[in-house]
Nanobody, 126 residues
Framework: QVQLVESGGGLVQAGGSLRLSCVVT???????IGWFRQAPGKEREFVACISWSGGTIDYADDVKGRFTISRDNARDHGKTTVDLQMNSLKPEDTGVYYC????????????????WGQGTQVTVSS
């Protein structure tokens, strides 16, 4: 059974940086992985996703140029790590960040995933 575990959240001032990590285990073949966030009182929204090979990447418009997603498929250890480097953070980036696995990038962009992590809190103070 696949498991996704996020880490790296925290409190940072506006303009600062954080790096989130998502470790995926229990998978014998590879899917696209996405990052999502949910702010208080708002619906969960797509942030970024990366194909299984790492060759294709998509970002939400409001994070382009500030966030970078990357992927390391350590196939010999049966583990995939997907990082989200977040720079020039803004208070509106505050929320719980989730990583998720989906059958395609298109599905992830449409907020559809079949496996989710538990989330990690990111708080950006002004």
């Amino acid at each position: 059974q696949v498991q996704l575990v996020e880490s790296g959240g925290g409190l940072v001032q506006a303009g600062g940086s954080l790096r989130l990590s998502c470790v995926v285990t229990g998978r014998t073949f590879l899917y696209s992985i996405g990052w999502f966030r949910q702010a208080p009182g708002k619906e969960r929204e797509f942030v970024a996703c990366i194909s299984w090979s790492g060759g294709t990447i998509d970002y939400a418009d409001d994070v382009k140029g500030r966030f970078t997603i990357s992927r390391d498929n350590a196939r010999d250890h049966g583990k995939t790590t997907v990082d989200l480097q977040m720079n020039s953070l803004k208070p509106e980036d505050t929320g719980v960040y989730y990583c998720a696995e989906g059958v395609s990038r298109a599905r992830l962009i449409g907020n559809e995933a079949h496996s989710w992590g538990q989330g990690t809190q990111v708080t950006v103070s002004s």
